[in-house]
């Protein structure tokens, strides 16, 4: 797997993810880009046919990439409106798709979930091996917790880092106090169990 060159935008980088039929990747990383949407808004906005956007749609919500948000009404009718779950966006991030935007999203569907907030803030600090890896963590379940943010940080914390890169990370992590704190007494028992090892 290729490192990212200096150059390369850390936001915006793209990682190794498991195959999706194109469809259903336009959709994911449609969907990174905007607020909720119909199945009928994605239709026009990709101008692609109704029944295989339908499917899709369906294959990614069984997949657990997508859910129902909300709804929109229209001329007495309620159409589900679709946004990513937390596995959706790690792929959508995989497929190239910007943290920036995902961040911004989020905070405005998801105000109160602040794991994912330090997550997406903290993705242009991460090695592309160990966003594989947390992407394997979370796969199936839809939904990312403190585990793969451990994980995240604890697994890059173990690769060679600019030390400047290494600041911006551990000031981004200090925006989020509980996340932060958590992290500490993990890293700390990490320590003492590596002291122990040692000793042994």
């Known amino acids: 797997m290729s490192k990212p060159t200096k150059s390369e935008h850390m936001s915006r980088l793209k990682f190794k993810s498991d195959n999706l039929h194109p469809l259903q990747k336009l959709i994911v990383l449609h969907l990174a880009e905007n607020e909720p949407q119909t199945i009928n808004q994605t239709v026009r906005a990709l101008s692609k046919s109704y029944k295989?956007?339908?499917?899709?749609?369906?294959s990614l919500e069984k997949k657990k990439l997508i859910r129902k948000t909300d709804a929109k009404s229209y001329r007495g009718r309620e159409y589900p409106?679709?946004?990513?779950?937390?596995?959706g966006m790690i792929m959508a991030l995989m497929e190239g798709a910007c943290s920036d935007r995902l961040l911004e999203q989020t905070k405005n569907l998801y105000p109160e979930n602040k794991s994912?907030?330090?997550?997406l803030e903290i993705v242009p600090f991460i090695d592309p091996e160990v966003m594989s890896m947390v992407y394997s963590s979370v796969k199936g379940k839809?939904?990312?917790g403190f585990v793969e943010?451990?994980?995240l940080v604890l697994s890059q914390a173990a690769i060679p880092m600019d030390i400047e890169v290494a600041k911006k990370l551990t000031a981004t992590v200090k925006k989020y106090p509980d996340e932060y704190n958590k992290l500490k007494i993990a890293f700390q028992m990490m320590i003492n169990q590596l002291s122990q090892l040692i000793s042994d």
Request: with cysteine.
């Open 52 to 58: 295989p956007t339908w499917i899709a749609f369906h």
């Open 81 to 87: 409106l679709f946004w990513l779950t937390d596995e």
């Open 116 to 119: 994912v907030h330090c997550f």
């Open 142 to 144: 839809g939904k990312l």
């Open 149 to 151: 943010i451990a994980t």
